[in-house]
């Protein structure tokens, strides 16, 4: 049975099946790319289903069908381009912060994927304990594309997939498939 947890969220779906709480990532019009409302939700999501005792797994993945995650909301970097260096950090911390909690939660947090996981997307699904991904899944670090290096991400990344691997991804923008990013 499907249970909606109380808690309503502006970006993502929470739900629970049995022991298992389902996050389900969910701005279709940005194809989930991380903003600092979605990496709030995602915090809070995380943190209310750590809290719950019928909880004893975490699953992450989309409620957008062909994408996981596109990676950073560049609306939102372009947006903060004026903004004070203090407010900037704020944004960039928000989505560093996803980084930092799911490595150090007490319940196993598995990536499930499908479509396009790119950019933090990558770095957001290599931080969980586990991930699993569906055949058409799309793994890529395309900011080399728009001039950005993945400073938030690499740490994470480098853990998951090595270092020769996330230079070779981060230095060429290209695209592996679901069959590739198993081999590593």
């Known amino acids: 049975m499907i249970k909606e947890l109380p808690v309503a969220y502006e970006t993502v779906i929470v739900e629970r099946r049995g022991e298992v709480g389902i996050i389900k990532l969910n701005r279709p019009q940005q194809r989930n790319a991380l903003n600092v409302r979605l990496a709030t939700d ?10 719950d005792t019928q909880t004893r797994v975490i699953v992450m993945t989309s409620a957008v069908p062909g994408v996981f995650c596109a990676g950073r909301d560049l609306a939102e970097l372009v947006s903060l381009r ?15 912060e996803i980084m930092l909690t799911i490595p150090a939660m007490k319940k196993m947090v598995i990536a499930a994927v499908s479509g396009y996981v790119l950019a933090g997307g990558c770095g957001l699904a290599a931080c969980c304990d586990l991930m699993i991904a569906a055949e058409d899944a799309v793994f890529g670090m395309p900011e080399i594309d ?9 740490p994470v990344m ?15 923008g290209d695209r592996i498939d679901a069959r590739e990013a198993e081999r590593g």
């Open 42 to 51: 995602i915090l809070d999501a995380l943190h209310e289903l750590e809290n």
């Open 82 to 96: 004026d903004a004070d260096a203090l407010e900037q950090r704020k944004a960039f911390d928000k989505i560093a």
């Open 146 to 154: 728009v001039g950005l290096f993945p400073l938030v991400v690499a």
């Open 158 to 172: 480098m853990r998951s997939i090595g270092l020769r691997k996330c230079l070779e991804l981060f230095s060429t």
